[in-house]
């Protein structure tokens, strides 16, 4: 069964931090790339980061270059994202995903799998 569940979503203040977690299973794991994306109310889903099977390539949107880290653990399937100096703007549910291509993709439906989203509230 493939399956992406995220974790450590929740409210913050502006300038405050959060680490999201994304359990994956053996199998989505092994996909190529795995990836961050974002929805906020009313508007469509954006790539935020994604990272290599390795680890050794990341790619991010300009509007979280600096701010945000991607990174993995493969010897607990999981990867994180780490968010500093989080602003309003950055408010939105946030999905992890899998895909087959490579870290360079950002188009939505070129990743395969995808978790059920954890929330992200940035306060001014």
């Known amino acids: 069964q493939v399956q992406l569940v995220e974790s450590g979503g929740g409210l913050v203040q502006a300038g405050g931090s959060l680490r999201l977690s994304c359990a994956a299973s053996?199998?989505?794991?092994?996909?190529?790339?795995m990836g961050w994306f974002r929805q906020a109310p009313g508007k469509e889903r954006e790539f935020v980061a994604a990272i290599s099977w390795s680890g050794g390539s990341t790619s991010y949107a300009d509007s979280v270059k600096g701010r945000f880290t991607i990174s993995r653990d493969n010897a607990k399937n999981t990867v994180y994202l780490q968010m500093n100096n989080l602003k309003p703007e950055d408010t939105a549910v946030y999905y992890c995903?899998?895909?087959?291509?490579?870290?360079?993709?950002?188009?939505?439906?070129?990743?395969?799998?995808w978790g059920q989203g954890t929330q992200v509230t940035v306060s001014s």
């Open positions: 995903a899998a895909t087959r291509y490579s870290v360079s993709e950002r188009r939505v439906y070129k990743y395969d799998y």
């Open positions: 053996v199998h989505t794991f092994s996909t190529n790339a």
